[in-house]
Antibody, heavy 118, light 109 residues
Framework: QVQLQQSGPGLVKPSETLSLTCTVS????????WSWIRQPPGKGLEWIGY???????SYNPSLNSRVTISIDTSKNQFSLNLNSVTAADTAVYYC????????????WGRGALVTVSS | QSVLTQPPSVSGAPGQRVIISCAGS????????VHWYQQLPGAAPKLLIL???DRPSGVPDRFSGSRSGTSASLTITGLQVEDEADYYC??????????FGGGTTLTVL
């Protein structure tokens, strides 16, 4: 059974960089798209971006200038960096697997709450 | 504002049928498949319907989906108390960006 686990700081100061890592177990990163999705408290889901196992990337245009997603297939991990954060970036951050050609997210991590505050 | 439009809330009594709509445009639902997710309180979203109308293994056949033109819908029949959750539609948009609906809260009366 594929499992995804997010890790990283739960508190980030304004203007600094939010960094999270997602570790994939029970399966390989090969052959899939790997996305980051966030959910501000009490609000809906927002797709941040994806990285394909080959390294190709796509970001949400609204976050494009601040986002970097990378992958380490040898460690079965992929990571999110979001720079110049503000309170508006406070959210639960999910990592998720997308089936290539399917377009849907079939496995999700449990989510990591990241609060932006001084 | 979400690219895909869902009603903020729907409700129904146990045993009834509810329908959750998801409205889009030619650049998203009019071109690409729609998927649905169920998010129980305090939990991560769970894939409920993929490719408009397919159910992953383990999802009861009380849940069904459809897509027509630039809109899609999720139908839940035989409503149960445990169906109380948030539901999200998802598709692709221009340049294959992934987009979600704003979410619909289902209340079982």
């Amino acid at each position: 059974q594929v499992q995804l686990q997010q890790s990283g700081p739960g508190l980030v100061k304004p203007s600094e960089t939010l960094s999270l890592t997602c570790t994939v177990s029970g399966g390989s990163t090969s052959g899939y798209y790997w996305s980051w999705i966030r959910q501000p408290p009490g609000k809906g889901l927002e797709w941040i971006g994806y990285i394909f196992y080959t390294g190709s990337i796509s970001y949400n245009p609204s976050l494009n200038s601040r986002v970097t997603i990378s992958i380490d297939t040898s460690k079965n991990q992929f990571s999110l960096n979001l720079n110049s954060v503000t309170a508006a970036d406070t959210a639960v951050y999910y990592c998720a697997r997308e089936v290539a050609g399917g377009g849907c997210f079939d496995y999700w991590g449990r989510g990591a709450l990241v609060t932006v505050s001084s | 504002q979400s690219v895909l439009t869902q009603p903020p809330s729907v409700s129904g009594a146990p045993g009834q049928r509810v329908i959750i709509s998801c409205a889009g445009s030619i650049s998203n639902i009019g071109t690409y498949d729609v998927h649905w997710y169920q998010q129980l309180p305090g939990a991560a979203p769970k894939l409920l319907i993929l490719r408009n109308s397919d159910r992953p293994s383990g999802v009861p056949d009380r849940f069904s989906g459809s897509r027509s033109g630039t809109s899609a819908s999720l139908t839940i029949t035989g409503l149960q108390v445990e169906d109380e959750a948030d539901y999200y539609c998802q598709s692709f948009d221009r340049s294959l960006k992934r987009v979600f609906g704003g979410g619909t809260t289902l209340t079982v009366l």
